[in-house]
C-alpha cells in the first residue's frame, strides 16, 4: 500500500517541469520537428532536470518518487504540445524502465538504469515486426543459444526512440514451437556488432520523435542480456502493458486539455460576423462538449493512477483507460480544429500539430480495436 503523495509537493515539481520545458525544449521544438528528430543531448538535459525515470529507486539512480510524478512529466509534455517528445519519454521512463526494475537482475539495474536516469543511456523496447503487430506470439526475430550467448537474427519496426536508442528490450523467440511460452526478453546494447537501425520512419504526425526500423543480423548477445527468466517474455509484457496503456491514457487527456486551452483563447479573440467566435452558440456548444468528454476521461484515468499505485489496476480497466482518452484526444482535437476553421488547417497553428499527433495515439500501444476485445473478454468471456 503506497502512502498519499503530497499535492504540494506535486505541485511544485509540475512547476519546475514546465519551467524546465519552457527553457529547453520550447524554443526548439518547431526546428526539431521539421529537422524530423530532437537531438540526442535533449536526453542528458532532461535527466539533468530530473525528468527522467523519476519513479525509480535511490539504489538504482532514481529519485524513487511515487508514479504520479513520472505522470506529471508526460503531461506537461502531451499538454505543451510536444506530442513526439511525450512518446518518446514514455517509453524511456514508463515503459523500459519498469521492466528492468520489476524484472531485471541486480547486475541489469545497476548498470542501465542509472544511465537511464541521467540521460546518458535511451531505452526503446522492440515488439513489432513488420508481420506481427498487435499479435505478439507471431514475432519471428529469434534468439539462438550458443555457447554461453545467444545469437539474435530478425526486424522490427515502428520502434519509438530507434535512433537514439542506447540499450533495446527485444522480444524474441528462444523457442519457436512453444508459441506465447517460447518468447524471452532481452538487454540489448546498440553498440554491439550485428545491430543496426533503419531510416526514420516519415510519419503524418509526431515529426520531432524518433520511430524507426532496427535489425539484428548474427547478433551475439551475452546470457547475462536475459532479462528475467527465459520463455517468460510474454507473461512479462502482458503484466507491464497496463502501465504502458494507463499512461498513454493520461498523455490523451493531457493533450485535449493543451488543445482546449489553445481554443478557448482562440474563440475569446477571433471575431465572426461581428461577434467574438465565442458569442456564438454553435462555438458555445462544442467547447461545453468537448470540456464535458476532457473532464470525464481525466476523471477515470485519475481513478485508474490511483488504482495502479495501490496495485490493483488490472488490464481490462488500464485498456479502458486507454482506449475511452484516446479516442476522446482524437474527437477533441478535431473538435478544436473545426473551431479554427481555415488556419487551424496550416502549420502555423499550432493546434494542427495537436491534431495529427493525436492520430497515433489509438494505435500504439494496443489499436482501439484490441483495447475494445479485451474489455469484451473481461465482461463476456471469449465468445
Known amino acids: 500500500m503506497t502512502s498519499p503523495v503530497d499535492q504540494e509537493e506535486l505541485a511544485l515539481f509540475r512547476d519546475s517541469v514546465i519551467k524546465a520545458l519552457e527553457t529547453e525544449v520550447k524554443p526548439h521544438y518547431e526546428a526539431w520537428e521539421k529537422s524530423g528528430l530532437v537531438p540526442r543531448e535533449l536526453w542528458n538535459t532532461l535527466g539533468n ?18 508514479f504520479q ?14 506530442g513526439a517528445l511525450s512518446t518518446n519519454v514514455m517509453v524511456h521512463s514508463d515503459i523500459v524502465a ?10 541489469q539495474r545497476q548498470y542501465w538504469l542509472p544511465k537511464m536516469v541521467s540521460g546518458e543511456a535511451v531505452g526503446a523496447i522492440a515488439m513489432t515486426e513488420p508481420g506481427a503487430g498487435s499479435d505478439l506470439q507471431a514475432i519471428r526475430t529469434s534468439a539462438v543459444k550458443d555457447g554461453d550467448d545467444y545469437i539474435l537474427n530478425g526486424s522490427k519496426t515502428f520502434i519509438t526512440n530507434g535512433q537514439h536508442a542506447d540499450m533495446v ?25 550485428g545491430y543496426s537501425k533503419g531510416r526514420n520512419l516519415d510519419k503524418i504526425g509526431q515529426h520531432a520523435g524518433d520511430t524507426s526500423e532496427l535489425f539484428f543480423s548474427d547478433m551475439r548477445i551475452p546470457s547475462s542480456a536475459l532479462l528475467g527468466g527465459e520463455g517468460q517474455g510474454f507473461m512479462y509484457l502482458m503484466n507491464e502493458l497496463p502501465r504502458e496503456r494507463l499512461v498513454i491514457g493520461a498523455l490523451g487527456v493531457a493533450a485535449a486539455r493543451g488543445a482546449l486551452d489553445l481554443t478557448i483563447a482562440y474563440a475569446q479573440e477571433r471575431e465572426l460576423f461581428g461577434q467574438k467566435l465565442a458569442q456564438l452558440q454553435n462555438t458555445r456548444f462544442e467547447i461545453a ?10 476523471a477515470f484515468v485519475n481513478q485508474c493512477i490511483a488504482e495502479y499505485e495501490r496495485g490493483e ?8 483507460a486507454k482506449y475511452s482518452a484516446t479516442e476522446m484526444q482524437c ?30 495515439q489509438r494505435i500504439y500501444g494496443g489499436t482501439s480495436e484490441v483495447m475494445k476485445e479485451i474489455i469484451a473478454r473481461s465482461v463476456l468471456g471469449r465468445g
Open 69 to 82: 510524478y513520472s505522470v506529471v512529466v508526460g503531461e506537461e509534455l502531451a499538454r505543451m504540445g510536444f
Open 331 to 360: 474527437r477533441v482535437a478535431d473538435g478544436c480544429l473545426q473551431l479554427f476553421g481555415g488556419y487551424g488547417y496550416t502549420t502555423e497553428y499550432p493546434i494542427s500539430r495537436a491534431f495529427m499527433d493525436a492520430r497515433v
Open 289 to 298: 462538449r468537448m470540456e464535458t468528454d476532457y473532464r470525464v476521461n481525466q
Open 313 to 320: 489496476l488490472d488490464a481490462p480497466t488500464a485498456s479502458m
Open 98 to 107: 519498469p521492466y528492468l526494475s520489476h524484472m531485471g537482475s541486480e547486475e
Open 49 to 66: 532536470a530530473g525528468m527522467l525515470c523519476v519513479d525509480v529507486p535511490e539504489e538504482w539512480g532514481g529519485c524513487g518518487a511515487p
Open 169 to 193: 528490450i527485444v522480444a524474441a523467440k528462444t523457442n519457436p514451437t512453444a508459441g506465447a511460452r517460447g518468447i524471452s526478453l532481452f538487454l540489448v546494447d546498440t553498440s554491439l556488432p
